[in-house]
Structures are given as C-alpha cells and as structure tokens.
C-alpha cells in the first residue's frame, strides 16, 4: 500500500526566504506526481505535474523535483511571499491514477 | 474552461440524518473521484469513477456510504446514517485521463459538520 509523507508538518520563513518542502513515497512504482496547494476553507489547486519519466517541473517561482528510484520529491520556492501561505500537499498517482496524498505542509511566510 | 462544481459549499446535521453531495466534473473528463478530507490530515480516496464504471471503492465505508455516476458525468455522494466522525471536507475531483494527460483538477469541496 502507498504511503506518502511530507516534511516538514509546518514551517515558517521571512519574506524573501527561498525554501524547499519535501515528500516521499514508499512505492516507486508511480505514474506521476501533483503538487497542490489548499488555502484554508478551499479546495485544492494543482500547482505541477511530474510524469514518473520526467525528473522536473518549473512553473513561475516554483521548482519541483523527482526521483522515482528513492521515492523522493522536493518543492522549491523561490523569493517567498506572504501570499504563498497556505497548506501544500504532495500527491502520487498509482497504475488505476488514483492519488495518494500526504498530510501536507502549512506553510507561513511572514512579511 | 469551467472548473469542478460542487454543492451544497456547507451542511450541517445531526447524527443518523441522511445527506448528498453533488459534483459536477469539467466537460470531457472521463475519471471522477470522491476524496474525504478531515481536519489536518492529506485527502483520503473514497471512490473512483472512469466513465460510469466504479475502479476503486476499497476505501468507502459501503454500510453508510453510497455513491453514483449515472450517465458517466454528473455523481452524488450519499452518507446514511451520518456519525460524528464523518464530519469532513468531501472534495469532488476529475482528470481527462488520457496517456498525455492525468492532471486531477478539484472543487471547492463540501464542508460537513455533523453535531
């Protein structure tokens, strides 16, 4: 059975702060990888996409990372804002593209 | 492009009611799943759809859970009798599951309060 776990639970950084959240994942045999982000009282928006042949994404500020063969990702933002608080969430799609998520990481950027 | 529509955005009721949800996928998505969400924890998959054929429903409490896709489009989400610890976000989901494209696009969710 898929597990996914995220680190750090929570993390709080000055504005400005690059800074990188992590996840991984006991079965390598995935078919991608979403990251999400999840304001409070919302549902979920999809920030990247990895395909499991793919080894990043890019997207603005944000930079996300896979290594399959030891069941890591890593999320990186760049030049933090206030505005990039929220919750983050990291999900794995199994062979039937259902989603395994994580617990997520809330995260604070302090202005 | 619309999005994931859902309704009711909040339900309150006692114990041992009955409740639906509604979700409405983006047009042309083929998959939809069912995601329960508690306070503090990632989404949990109750139920995945592909057209109007059931693919995982490993995860739903099938005694007080029910959940139909009629037509492949539309799906309600049925608890009954509702417990406490149902008290949950329901996030609705779909992707276009295609080979080039499995991006899962979500609601707003249902926020469900039971007292």
């Known amino acids: 059975k898929q597990e996914v776990t995220q680190i750090p639970a929570a993390l709080s950084v000055p504005e400005g702060e690059n800074l990188v959240l992590n996840c991984s994942f006991t079965d390598s045999a995935i078919y991608n990888l979403q990251w999400f982000r999840q304001d409070p009282g919302k549902g979920l928006t999809s920030l990247l996409l990895?395909?499991?042949?793919?080894r990043e994404q890019t997207s603005g500020r944000l930079n996300a990372s896979l290594d399959k063969s030891s069941g890591r990702s890593t999320l990186y933002i760049a030049a933090s804002q206030p505005g990039d608080s929220a919750t983050y969430l990291c999900a794995v799609s199994g062979s039937a593209r259902q989603l395994t998520f994580g617990s997520g990481t809330q995260l604070t950027v302090l202005p | 492009e619309a999005g994931v529509a859902q309704s009711p955005r909040y339900k309150i009721i006692e114990k041992r009611q009955s409740v639906a949800f509604w979700c409405n996928p983006i047009?042309?998505?083929?998959?939809l799943y069912w995601y329960q969400q508690i306070l503090g924890q990632g989404p949990k998959l109750l139920i995945q759809f592909q057209n109007n054929g059931v693919v995982d429903d490993s995860q739903l409490p099938k005694d007080r859970f029910s959940a139909e896709r009629l037509k492949g489009v539309d799906s309600t989400l049925k608890i009954q009798p509702a417990k406490l610890e149902d008290s949950a976000v329901y996030l609705c989901?779909?992707?276009?599951?295609?080979?080039?494209?499995?991006?899962?696009?979500f609601g707003q969710g249902t926020r469900l309060t039971v007292v």
């Open positions: 047009s042309g998505h083929a998959t």
């Open positions: 990895i395909q499991s042949s793919q």
């Open positions: 989901a779909s992707s276009l599951d295609s080979a080039a494209n499995t991006e899962a696009f």
